[in-house]
């Protein structure tokens, strides 16, 4: 990976929103929204966060647990905010959550929400490149900042990446506790 660093980024400049709304052919025989095309919804707008913030082609590495907390219905409109948490060395995370609502605007409610890791791309789109640091503004983000090496670990370790007994996040996590 021998690009040129790119000077790092706020979270605000990569924040991505999309809206949908639930029509017949995207709904199950109960009238339910298919997960299916939530998690393919999830994927691009996460997708084009990353590569706003990479200013390159992505691909995605992973997503961790996805649970559908909340119904989605026929009709209901959903909105899906994505915004970068941290960049590590080619890879970004990204967090996406998913709320509902009525046509009207009423019955606002959060319904879904999870953690997509991409990697980013040179322009051959062969291999890895170097992404841009994230630079955490509000609590929040900064409180996402930090967490996600923890989750980053993680997933390495889930993916046999990385062995347990050499996670030091997530060991220094459960030690703290």
């Known amino acids: 990976m021998e690009n040129t660093p790119l000077a790092p980024k706020k979270v605000s400049e990569s924040h991505t929103v999309m ?5 017949p052919n995207d709904t199950n025989p109960i009238g339910n929204l298919m997960g299916g095309y939530l998690m393919r919804w999830m ?3 996460a997708a084009i966060c990353a590569g706003k ?8 590495a992973a997503v961790d647990h996805i649970s559908f907390q909340k119904p ?4 209901d409109v959903i ?12 890879s970004v995370e990204i967090y996406v959550e998913v709320f509902a ?12 929400h999870a953690y997509f890791t991409f990697v980013a791309l040179d322009d051959d789109r062969a291999k890895p490149i170097n992404v841009p640091a994230v630079l955490p503004l509000s609590s929040e983000e900064q409180a996402l900042y930090d967490s996600a090496a923890r989750r980053r670990e993680i997933r390495l370790v889930l993916s046999g990446r990385v062995k347990a007994k050499d996670a030091t996040e997530v060991r220094k996590f459960f030690l703290d506790m």
């Not at 989605?72 to 009709?75: A, F, K, P, T």
């Open 53 to 60: 913030h990479c200013e390159a082609n992505v691909v995605t």
């Open 101 to 112: 609502n009525d046509i009207k605007g009423q019955n606002p409610r959060r319904c879904n």
């Open 72 to 75: 989605i219905r026929l009709g």
């Open 43 to 45: 994927d691009i707008v």
């Open 79 to 90: 909105t899906l905010e994505a915004s970068v948490t941290r960049a590590f060395t080619s």
């Open 19 to 23: 809206t949908e709304m639930i029509m």
